[in-house]
């Protein structure tokens, strides 16, 4: 396919379920409508570019030569070896977030989703959501040795509300909710996301009791948390952030920050938060109908960043 293409991909925030996707445990996630643009140009020799706007990294390799690893786009050099017997000819790839790096709402899973998609687009790979989603997984956990659980990369793929069975064979459910009123917060502090997955990688490892009953408790949260997000119980979704909080608490996951952000969206309305990913900083969540915009300003005059998210859908 010799013409250019650009896409927008979503970043996600998880509503029910943060880490339990570790254990191969069903999420529940939302992709949101902050974007990640991608433009593709194909060239007519055997040079291949990445441009990361955002970081001003540049990478050029020729058709033939294994990719660098050791950069930012690293995501895209493993994905592109996975591909590149699919890969005829030389082409130019940039990105360009509105995604904030680090913070939760995903950048990684987005900017290889992405990828993903664009090549599929480029060189009629014809790849499913499904194929997709499973590719971007393997990059991140298998080649590049991120602790990561499948959540990310189906719900992006996928879009819209999702509960994701994300074990060894993962499934996608499409949640018909049109509408959820969430405000997101961003507790502006360095997140140590790494060292809390490999903490609780090794918790799993050795079958400490604390922490699978920490994880059996979030699961039941979010079974439950789909009967209440199809019935529309926003109440209910409340009380199960809280309880999933508590528990994120006895992992160690939470921060003073993230927990003061949680309390003062309570103070403002809301009826239930907690945090987003796998915890040590970053984004919290908070479900509060009617109260966004009271919530919103609670978060930022507690020393956050404030969003009130709709959900993304890709269009048909």
């Not at 493993?78 to 709402?105: A, M, Q």
């Not at 509408?179 to 961003?186: A, E, R, S």
């Not at 996301?193 to 079958?207: D, F, G, H, P, T």
């Amino acid at each position: 396919m010799n013409k250019e293409i650009s896409l927008e991909i979503p970043g996600r925030i998880c509503i029910m379920g943060d880490k339990v996707d570790l254990l191969g445990k069903p999420v529940i996630a939302m992709a949101i409508n902050l974007m990640m643009r991608f433009n593709y140009k194909p060239r007519s020799d055997d040079t291949i570019e990445f441009y990361s706007c955002d970081t001003n990294e540049r990478i050029k390799f020729n058709l033939q030569d294994p990719p660098p690893r050791n950069i930012d786009l690293a995501y895209w050099s493993v994905l592109y070896e996975r591909l590149k017997n699919n890969i005829t000819h030389g082409f130019y790839l940039e990105v360009e977030s509105d995604i904030p790096i680090g913070v939760g709402l995903s950048t990684s899973a987005a900017i290889s989703v992405g990828f993903l998609k664009v090549m599929s687009k480029a060189f009629s790979l014809k790849l499913s959501n499904k194929e997709i989603a499973e590719l971007a997984y393997l990059g991140e956990n298998n080649d590049l040795g991120i602790q990561c659980g499948r959540m990310d990369q189906y719900s992006i793929a996928h879009g819209g509300i999702t509960f994701i069975h994300t074990d060894e064979n993962p499934k996608v459910e499409q949640l018909e909710v049109n509408f959820l009123p969430i405000v997101v917060g961003d507790s502006m502090e360095e997140r140590k996301a790494a060292s809390i997955l490999n903490r609780i990688k090794n918790k799993i490892k050795v079958k400490d009791i604390e922490t699978l009953e920490a994880f059996n408790v979030i699961e039941n949260c979010v079974y439950q948390g789909k009967k209440a997000l199809l019935t529309k119980n926003f109440k209910k979704i409340g009380e199960l952030m809280d309880i999933q909080q508590k528990q994120e608490v006895l992992l160690g996951t939470a921060t003073d920050k993230i927990l003061k952000l949680c309390l003062a969206s309570k103070n403002a309305g809301a009826l239930g938060a907690k945090q987003i990913g796998a915890g040590g900083g970053g984004c919290m969540l908070a479900i509060a109908p009617g109260k966004e915009e009271e919530v919103a300003r609670a978060i930022e005059k507690a020393g956050g960043r404030a969003w009130i998210f709709d959900i993304y859908n890709y269009s048909s």
